[in-house]
Nanobody
């Protein structure tokens, strides 16, 4: 079992930056694909970014490419999401997720472990 806890959410003005962290406990995350998803009010949860087990391969939703960066520190069992040039449409609850596999996928159904989420609010 893996327990995931997100932190770093908050309120920021458009154009600002935030860094989210997701720390895992229970088992080492070095064998897991890690990803960030988000869910805005009234919308379905969507894939934001994913990172391979070693951190060399990354995948992003087109809407965040060039603005968000996912990274991980396996020694700390932590994955990060650096968010820059934030827009009001980035407002959502952000979730960390993990899957025991070698492939990044944007399908939320493929992820077995989820955090509780952290709120990000971007005002115009």
């Amino acid at each position: 079992q893996v327990q995931l806890v997100e932190s770093g959410g908050g309120s920021v003005q458009a154009g600002g930056s935030l860094r989210l962290s997701c720390t895992a406990s229970g088992r080492s995350t070095s064998s897991y694909i890690m990803a960030w998803f988000r869910q805005a009010p009234g919308k379905e949860r969507e894939f934001v970014a994913g990172i391979s087990r070693g951190g060399l391969t990354k995948d992003y939703n087109n809407s965040v490419k060039g603005r968000f960066t996912i990274s991980r520190d396996n020694a700390k069992n932590t994955v990060y999401l650096q968010m820059s040039s934030l827009k009001p449409e980035d407002t959502a609850v952000y979730y960390c997720a993990a899957r025991l596999d070698v492939r990044i996928t944007p399908s939320q159904n493929e992820y077995s472990y989820w955090g509780q989420g952290t709120q990000v609010t971007v005002s115009s």
